[in-house]
């Protein structure tokens, strides 16, 4: 499966310049400190990953990219740009950012129609631009098949992908995944690897994914980091990450194989 997702990867669109950094970013939920003075700096145009087990902060560092949570701590840039005081709306319609939670990102009782509609009604003023965006996005992701189907009667994968169409509604530069394949039985997880390799190859778009499978998250990405206690203990791609020492002790396990 690796060899089969990477093999489509296109090197000469990755870039060195970061999309989004992290600057000496402390985060606290009350008198829990969540992440300590973290650095962290994610490549424009290309997968990358935040490995590490539930509880180690990943998401609330998405959280704090998103501007949902405050770092306590540390600036935060974007593009370039920093972005540590901008508001979350703002903030995502500046740069473009989509983020797809792992929980919800669809209204249960809509159809898969009606969801990705009620998304284009935001983001699209024009009424005949609104159907034909929400049409093509039904097509490229193929939910033609569950078009009336209410979202709590999809399957998992399908939810994956609705969500996604949702994400896409607007003119994404970044796209954030929050535990993607969670759930998710092998065949999906297979489906949706595609897909993100597919936005980041053909529509150039900065992706970056978090999980606590590795085996699920470096089979897509270019480059990934481990997260352990709030601290970044690792980083490079995959092949680079499951031989390195401090990755080994403090996330994969001795005698660990890709």
Same mark, same amino acid.
């Given at each position: 499966? =690796? ?6 990867? %296109?090197?000469?669109? !990755? ?23 973290? @650095?962290?700096?994610? *490549?424009?145009?290309?997968? =990358? ?31 370039? %740009? @920093? &972005? ?5 709306? !703002? ?10 939670? *792992? ?6 009782? +809509? ?10 009604? +935001?983001?699209?003023?024009? !009424? ?14 193929? +939910? ?10 999809? =399957? ?30 092998? *065949? =999906?997880?297979?489906?949706? *690897? ?39 203990? &690792? ?24």
């Amino acid at each position: 499966m =690796s060899s089969l997702i990477k093999k489509f990867r %296109i090197k000469s669109f !990755k870039e060195e310049q970061p999309i989004i950094e992290l600057k000496n970013i402390t985060i606290a939920y009350g008198n829990r400190q969540i992440v300590e003075k973290l @650095n962290l700096s994610i *490549q424009k145009n290309e997968i =990358s990953g935040l490995l590490g087990p539930n509880g180690a902060g990943k998401s609330s560092i998405y959280h704090s990219v998103l501007g949902l949570l405050q770092p306590t701590f540390g600036e935060i840039f974007i593009d370039g %740009i @920093n &972005a540590t005081n901008i508001p979350t709306h !703002k903030r995502c319609s500046e740069f473009g950012i989509s983020w797809v939670p *792992q929980y919800g990102g669809s209204w249960s009782d +809509l159809t898969v129609f009606e969801n990705i509609m009620a998304i284009a009604e +935001l983001h699209i003023k024009e !009424k005949q631009e609104r159907i034909l965006k929400v049409n093509n996005l039904i097509r490229k992701f193929e +939910l033609e098949n569950v078009i009336k189907l209410k979202s709590k009667y999809l =399957s998992g994968g399908q939810v994956r992908k609705l969500t996604l169409a949702m994400a896409m509604v607007k003119n994404t530069k970044i796209l954030i995944l929050d535990e993607p394949f969670a759930a998710l039985d092998p *065949q =999906s997880v297979r489906m949706i *690897q595609q897909i993100i390799v597919s936005l980041q190859m053909f529509e150039k778009i900065s992706v970056t994914i978090s999980d606590h499978s590795s085996r699920d998250l470096l089979s897509c990405v270019d480059s990934a980091m481990v997260l352990s206690e709030g601290n970044i203990v &690792a980083k490079g791609t995959p092949q680079e990450l499951i031989k390195n020492t401090k990755a080994i002790e403090a996330y994969f396990g001795e005698g660990y194989k890709f």
